[in-house]
Nanobody, 114 residues
C-alpha cells in the first residue's frame, strides 16, 4: 500500500511563495496521474492541480499562472511550487492520485496572512 507524506506548508504573507513536497513510499506512484488537493476550513477537499506520469499538467483556474506542479518518478516525489499566494489559498494541502486511490496522508498546512 502506498503511503503519502506531505511537507513544506508554512505561514506566509500575501504575495509570498512556498514549495510543497509529497513523498510516496512505493514505485506504483509512477503509473498514476497525481494531484494536489486543498481543503479550506469548512469546505470540501478539492483538486487544484494534477500531472500525468508523462508530465502533462492541468490546473484549476484560480491557481493558473501561480502554481506549478511537478513530479520526479525516480524519487517518487510530487511537488507544488506556489507563488503570489493570497488569503484564499489558506488550506491544508494533500497529494493523491486523480481519484484519491491511496490512503490520504496527514496533509500540510498553508496559511497566508499578514
Amino acid at each position: 500500500q502506498v503511503q503519502l507524506v506531505e511537507s513544506g506548508g508554512d505561514l506566509v504573507q500575501p504575495g509570498g511563495s512556498l514549495r510543497l513536497s509529497c513523498a510516496a513510499s512505493g514505485g506504483i506512484f509512477n503509473t498514476y496521474v497525481m494531484g494536489w488537493y486543498c481543503q479550506a476550513p469548512g469546505k470540501q477537499r478539492e483538486l487544484v492541480a494534477h500531472i500525468s506520469p508523462g508530465g502533462r499538467k492541468d490546473y484549476v483556474d484560480s491557481v493558473k499562472g501561480r502554481f506549478a506542479i511537478s513530479r520526479d518518478n525516480d524519487k517518487y516525489t510530487l511537488s507544488l511550487q506556489m507563488s503570489n499566494l493570497n488569503a484564499e489559498d489558506t488550506a491544508v494541502y494533500y497529494c493523491n492520485t486523480l481519484y484519491g486511490s491511496f490512503p490520504w496522508g496527514p496533509g500540510t498546512q498553508v496559511t497566508v496572512s499578514s
